[in-house]
C-alpha cells in the first residue's frame, strides 16, 4: 500500500549539483516531518535533511550549506537539491519517514567522482 520511490541520483563530479526525488503513494507526506536519509559504502543509514509541514527544515552537520529540502505537497513528493558533492557525498538516497516509517524503497544511487 505504501510506496516510496526515490529518482534522480546518478554520476557528478565533485563541486557539481543533483536534485533528487522522492514520490510516495499511501502516505501523505504532509502529514509528517519527512527526510531524505543516506547509506555510504560500509556504513549505517543515516538522515540528512528533515522538513515539517510548516517548512521548518533541519540538516545533518556534514550537509549543512550545501544541500536543501523541499516538499510540493499538491504532488505528494520531496526533494533533495544537493550542491557542492563531495566525494564523501556517494551513497544511495532514501526518503522516508521520520517518526514512523514506512517500508524503505529502493533508494537512488549518488556517485560523486573526483
Known amino acids: 500500500q505504501v510506496q516510496l520511490v526515490e529518482s534522480g541520483g546518478g554520476l557528478v563530479q565533485a563541486g557539481g549539483s543533483l536534485r533528487l526525488s522522492c514520490a510516495g503513494s499511501?502516505?501523505?507526506?504532509?502529514?509528517?516531518?519527512m527526510a531524505w536519509y543516506r547509506q555510504a559504502p560500509g556504513k549505517q543509514r543515516e538522515p540528512v535533511a528533515t522538513?515539517?509541514?510548516?517548512?521548518?527544515?533541519h540538516y545533518a552537520d556534514s550537509v549543512k550549506g550545501r544541500f536543501t529540502i523541499s516538499a510540493d505537497n499538491a504532488e505528494n513528493r520531496l526533494y533533495l537539491q544537493m550542491t557542492s558533492l563531495k566525494l564523501e557525498d556517494t551513497a544511495v538516497y532514501f526518503c522516508?519517514?521520520?517518526?514512523?516509517?514506512?517500508?524503505w524503497g529502493k533508494g537512488t544511487l549518488v556517485t560523486v567522482s573526483s
Open positions: 522516508n519517514a521520520v517518526w514512523f516509517q514506512a517500508v
Open positions: 499511501g502516505i501523505t507526506f504532509s502529514r509528517t516531518v
Open positions: 522538513i515539517t509541514s510548516g517548512g521548518n527544515t
